[in-house]
């Protein structure tokens, strides 16, 4: 079957770095994304990996290894605004995005 | 800015009720899917939709149905609705379905059957 595995929840300290793993199983790849959902809010796109690397983008940079399964989003500089759950989702083979339960990250002060 | 609306945010109706949640998207996006979120799961798709009256069913179909009349609405139906079907559901959209293009999600619908 599909699998995609993400922390449940992580806790981070405002001002500091946190790093949340995204591991996956799926029928083939065709690029991974990672969206950020405020609670009660709808998910907003954060980011897209298609090739291995690191893609940066300000605060945010996101990292894919295809041969391991595996991705990470790097947050820099945490603010508080930057508590909210963060969903790693992979499309497979036939286009369809298959999704993590997301990490939910709480930013203390 | 892509724009996703849903008619309700939040909606309270009785076992067997026919519900109806709409979506509607203002960019010409080709595609538009139903997910339904609970709590510690990934989103799952219900249906989806790659143009007008074009319909797929995704990894939880049972017990819906859609209708894609149009190419910026699409609704979800819950012909009988049950206890089991209380949860957040969400409607997306996307430009096409192939490579980088992402989906813009609406601000969902919390759906309570009692």
């Known amino acids: 079957g599909q699998n995609i595995d993400q922390p449940t929840e992580m806790t981070a300290t405002e001002g500091a770095i946190v790093q949340i793993n995204c591991t996956y199983q799926?029928?083939?790849?065709?690029?991974l994304f990672w969206y950020q959902q405020h609670a009660g809010e709808a998910p907003t796109f954060l980011s897209y990996?298609?090739l291995d690397g690191l893609e940066e983008k300000g605060r945010f940079s996101s990292f894919l290894s295809r041969s391991k399964g595996y991705s990470y989003l790097l947050l820099k500089e945490l603010q508080m605004k930057d508590s909210a759950s963060y969903l790693c989702?992979?499309?497979?083979?036939?286009?369809?995005?298959?999704w993590g339960a997301g990490t939910k990250l709480i930013i203390k002060p | 800015d892509v724009k996703v609306t849903q008619s309700s945010r939040y909606l309270v109706k009785r076992t067997g009720e026919k519900v109806f949640l709409e979506c509607v998207q203002d960019?010409?996006?080709?595609?538009m899917f139903w997910y339904r979120q609970d709590p510690g799961l990934g989103l799952r798709l219900i249906y989806f939709?790659?143009?007008?009256?074009?319909?797929e069913k995704g990894d939880i179909p049972e017990g819906y149905s859609v209708s894609r009349e149009k190419k910026e609405r699409f609704s979800l139906i819950l012909e009988s609705a049950s206890t089991n079907q209380t949860s957040m559901y969400l409607c997306?959209?996307?430009?096409?379905?192939?490579?980088?293009?992402?989906?813009?999600f609406g601000p969902g619908t919390r759906l309570t059957v009692t």
């Open positions: 939709s790659y143009d007008v009256k074009m319909k």
């Open positions: 960019m010409d996006h080709e595609n």
């Open positions: 989702a992979v499309r497979d083979s036939n286009y369809q995005l298959i």
């Open positions: 990996n298609v």
């Open positions: 997306a959209s996307s430009l096409r379905p192939d490579s980088s293009y992402e989906q813009y």
């Open positions: 799926t029928s083939g790849f065709n690029g």
